[in-house]
């Protein structure tokens, strides 16, 4: 049996057809039973040999043994666990859950901001036999229901009281829960099953070494370790199940693609405060960090409500990742502080970053620009600017779990700072496709991880189909959902991702939509929204979020929301408007502050200039299908409280379309 795979790698970026795929007669390539094995997806361009989870750590242990692992802040200082003190408390960990009854196969469910105990709790879970599973920080009661009851959770692990009470009201409906642990605050509540992070890592003591080793030895590369929820905006979550294989093969090889160097090259330092529960995080933060002996700096809790600079500028990472909001979020900050600047210092700014996007942007014709002057600029501006944020030692930057705009994109360049972006999703165990600084073109994924394989099907016209998996990242298949894992792989064992894009001559991934999210209006037209919804943000800064609409429509309408200020307690968005957003409205003759000033009086000024704008995007439609007929603006901004967005601040398409199910309407 033979396909076409496109298989590159950064050393050879000329597709190579014609590879064998291996026999699947021989054993399944999926399973949907917890206590199932795999066939490992082993072949010619990764040919590694498989190791468990406790296998990779041990390896490093012993080269990177004296190095500090983790370190976070205690009363104000920071406090650093090496990684041969880490390995021992993960052993610690692992005989308190088997003292507590942690059955081989069931899980620990962790709840909670990224800390230590996060990650001390996630690795001894895996040592112990059972299986991680990260439960949002932001969950509600009966979110956190659906999942410990699924992944049939022996035991929850929980940061503080606040998430400890939403356990509580749902423990009495979870049949296989055993106990809870705290790992922050004192217990304000009595529970014979109830312990605080002391008293659960004293419980190691009745449990031997030996007892443990046995457990460990038992563990196969090819067997469950870890539990990924997808955020489940079409239905519920399903419980993705990576194995050993597919965390220690990922965290070896798409780390390396992305140049993050083993410590004994440079010891990366990274800060940690996305969400474990999600892979991108889990991979980035936890199980990479252990491979190459990185030194992980634990961000405080309120970081996404604004400490996460001052965490940065302590810990001077020299790779940071963030998703795209979060870059935004940034990029706002900035451009607020810059408003708010004298009129020499705004201009400075300006003409640094307007010189150094330029040559960044054409970095492939170099000579026609003066090298003197874009350093200079970076001496005299940039680099205050890149130390104010905290990335003064930062050689990388990547963007990851929803697509980053060319906007947020074009301004980095102008700080120089260049944004690598990595495709793959929870089935692919996160990156499947990487960027670097050898390996980068602007608004593309970059390139294939070598040892990983790619296809595409259904192509139209323009080279764009359905992007395919095959490789070591691809998961086991959706916990106890056989009729779902059946729909992701195909009869040869290729793992469909629904999402729609096209590749390049030389191999760099560009994602072009999502085949659920394709709008196919009445006359049949198929149409990417991204690529317009980007192009109208392009053209409208006061613009935060933007959603099309037009699925089996006659034609396409908009949803708006406004760049706003958000409850630093909360993150809800909040009725006044950014710096830049009052900053536009200046600038077309407005005065209005607040998105209700703009919305419940129909400001003329600032609707004109989004027509305008709107117009302008109109005008860059490859046909008349694809302009904007109608639009509107929101009263409020889309944020995770709010249910437009999930816990990584990707927008939730379908919550939105039946949230606002009566603006939909009334276009049309």
């Not at 780390?255 to 991108?280: K, N, T, W």
Request: proline residues 4%; neutral net charge; charged residues 20%.
């Amino acid at each position: 049996m033979t396909t076409n795979w496109i298989s590159k790698s950064m050393d050879s970026p000329v597709a190579e057809p014609f590879l064998e795929v291996p026999d699947l007669k021989e054993e399944k390539l999926w399973t949907t039973f917890i206590n199932g094995s795999v066939r490992l997806r082993i072949h010619s361009s990764c040919p590694q040999t498989p190791v468990t989870v406790h296998e990779m750590f041990l390896d490093s242990v012993n080269k990177y043994g004296s190095l500090n692992a983790l370190s976070s802040k205690r009363d104000g200082q920071w406090e650093h666990i090496t990684f041969k003190e880490y390995y021992q408390l993960c052993r610690q960990a692992a005989k308190a859950f088997l003292k507590l009854g942690l059955k081989k196969f069931y899980s620990v469910g962790i709840l909670g901001f990224n800390s230590p105990e996060w990650f001390i709790s996630a690795v001894g879970t895996v040592f112990a036999g059972g299986i991680t599973t990260g439960i949002y920080a932001t969950n509600s009661p009966e979110a956190c229901h659906y999942v410990a009851n699924d992944c049939k959770a022996n035991i929850i692990v929980v940061e503080n009281h606040k998430q400890l009470e939403k356990i509580l009201q749902i423990w009495e409906k979870l049949p296989h829960l055993k106990a809870v642990v705290q790992y922050k605050g004192n217990l304000q509540v009595k529970h014979s099953d109830l312990y605080t992070w002391k008293e659960f890592m004293e419980l190691a003591n009745d449990i031997s070494d030996e007892l443990l080793d046995d457990v460990i030895q038992s563990q196969k590369p090819n067997q469950c370790c870890v539990l990924i929820y997808t955020s489940g905006t079409t239905g519920n979550p399903k419980g993705v199940m990576l194995s050993h294989d597919n965390i220690t093969w990922t965290a070896a090889n798409a780390s390396r693609a992305g140049d993050m160097q083993p410590a004994e090259i440079q010891q990366e330092r990274i800060v940690s405060y996305l969400p474990l529960s999600h892979i991108a995080a889990q991979i980035y933060d936890l199980w990479t960090g252990i491979k190459w002996g990185e030194h992980v700096h634990f961000a405080n809790p309120d970081a996404l409500k604004g400490t996460l600079v001052d965490t940065l500028k302590e810990a001077q990472p020299t790779s940071h990742m963030g998703v795209p909001r979060v870059w935004e979020k940034i990029m706002e900050q900035i451009k607020a502080a810059s408003a708010q600047s004298g009129i020499v210092r705004r201009k400075m700014l300006s003409w640094a970053m307007s010189l150094t996007l330029e040559r960044n942007k054409n970095s492939s014709r170099n000579g026609e620009l003066k090298p003197f002057l874009p350093a200079v600029a970076d001496f005299l501006v940039l680099s205050k600017i890149r130390k104010m944020l905290g990335f003064s030692h930062c050689q990388k930057h990547f963007s990851g779990a929803a697509p980053i705009s060319a906007e947020t994109l074009e301004f980095y360049l102008g700080l120089n700072i260049t944004i690598y972006e990595g495709y793959g999703m929870s089935e692919t165990s996160g990156p499947h496709v990487m960027s670097s600084s050898y390996n980068h073109r602007f608004q593309c994924c970059g390139k294939l991880v070598p040892g990983c394989q790619m296809k595409f099907v259904n192509k139209d016209s323009d080279g764009n189909g359905e992007i395919c998996f095959w490789g070591r990242t691809v998961f086991m298949g959706y916990l106890n959902m056989e009729d779902k894992t059946g729909e992701v792989f195909d009869e040869d064992g290729w793992l469909h991702s629904g999402d729609i894009g096209k590749i390049d001559s030389e191999g760099f991934l560009q994602v072009t939509g999502r085949i659920k999210e394709l709008i196919i209006t009445a006359g049949g037209e198929n149409i990417p929204p991204i690529l317009i919804e980007d192009a109208v943000k392009r053209h409208l800064p006061i613009v935060s979020n933007a959603v099309l609409i037009g699925d089996r429509r006659k034609f396409l309408s908009m949803l708006l929301t406004l760049k706003s200020t958000v409850d630093l307690d909360t993150l809800e968005p909040l009725d006044n408007l950014t710096t830049e957003a009052i900053q536009f409205c200046q600038e077309v003759g407005s005065k209005a502050t607040r998105v209700s000033e703009i919305v419940g009086q129909k400001d003329k000024a600032v609707y004109s200039a989004i027509q305008e704008g709107i117009d302008k995007v109109n005008n860059e439609a490859v046909s008349n299908a694809q302009r904007i007929q109608k639009w509107t603006i929101l009263p409020k901004d889309f944020s995770i409280v709010g249910g437009e967005m999930g816990p990584t601040m990707k927008i939730k398409r379908h919550a939105i379309l039946d949230k606002y199910a009566k603006d939909i309407e009334a276009f049309y």
